[in-house]
């Protein structure tokens, strides 16, 4: 399974941007970039997920880097909304398993 | 509503006592999750089902056990050989097999043991 890291915290002012990083050095070439986020006291919400190629959705985007060693989740316009935990997460392999590290804790201040 | 159903919501046991969490879903999903979450932690995963019939161990499979007779039905059952069984345990799906796919989460059943 690959690796990730992602920092234990950030911090964010509501309408600004954000970009939360994840390094995953040692992924494979057909794991996709997944994300999901998680509110205190419930199951994580699927956010985006790429291959290559950058992807924009309505809640966010994904900017995976050429070597596909590190990505980015972007929000555009942070709200109170956002505050959650983060995970980055490489999923494919031949057994698909989706596997979730510690993730980042956004902070989003009014 | 389509969606993924955990319940109950709350779960009280004696301590060695099997336990079920019930996990149903309607979204026509074949791959099938369940994590467990321990108080600021992030999520491990007990067991994982790609499609009826077939499950496989994840990373903390000691002390569980699940079935996969129907689709949309993936039960977990904590065993008296659990030794931490207090947790949140969450459920998932996703139409599967396959990585090019969304995971959904159902809320989470509450586990308490005493």
């Known amino acids: 399974d690959a690796k990730t890291t992602q920092p234990n915290s950030m911090e964010s002012n509501e309408e600004e941007p954000v970009h939360l990083p994840c390094n995953h050095s040692t992924i494979s070439g057909t794991d996709y970039i997944h994300w999901y986020r998680q509110l205190p006291s419930q199951g994580p919400e699927y956010v985006i997920h790429g291959l290559t190629s950058n992807v924009n959705n309505r809640m966010a985007s994904l900017a995976i880097a050429e070597d596909r060693k590190s990505s980015t989740l972007i929000l555009h316009r942070a709200t109170l909304r956002d505050a959650a935990v983060y995970y980055c997460i490489p999923f494919g392999g031949s057994n698909y398993k989706l596997t979730f590290g510690k993730g980042t804790l956004l902070t989003v201040n009014p | 509503d389509g969606g993924i159903t955990q319940s109950p919501k709350y779960l009280f046991r004696k301590e060695g006592q099997n336990v079920t969490l019930s996990c149903e879903q309607n979204?026509?999903?074949?791959?099938m999750y369940w994590y467990r979450q321990d108080p600021g932690q992030g999520l491990r995963l007990i067991y994982y089902?790609?499609?009826?019939?077939?499950?496989q161990k994840g990373d903390i499979a000691e002390g569980y056990s699940v079935s996969r007779e129907k689709k949309e039905s993936f039960p977990l059952t904590v065993t008296s050989a659990q030794k931490n069984p207090t947790a949140f345990y969450l459920c998932?799906?996703?139409?599967?097999?396959?990585?090019?796919?969304?995971?959904?989460f159902g809320q989470g059943t509450r586990l308490t043991v005493v």
């Open positions: 979204l026509n999903h074949d791959a």
């Open positions: 089902s790609q499609i009826v019939n077939d499950f």
């Open positions: 998932a799906s996703s139409m599967g097999p396959g990585p090019n796919t969304e995971a959904f």
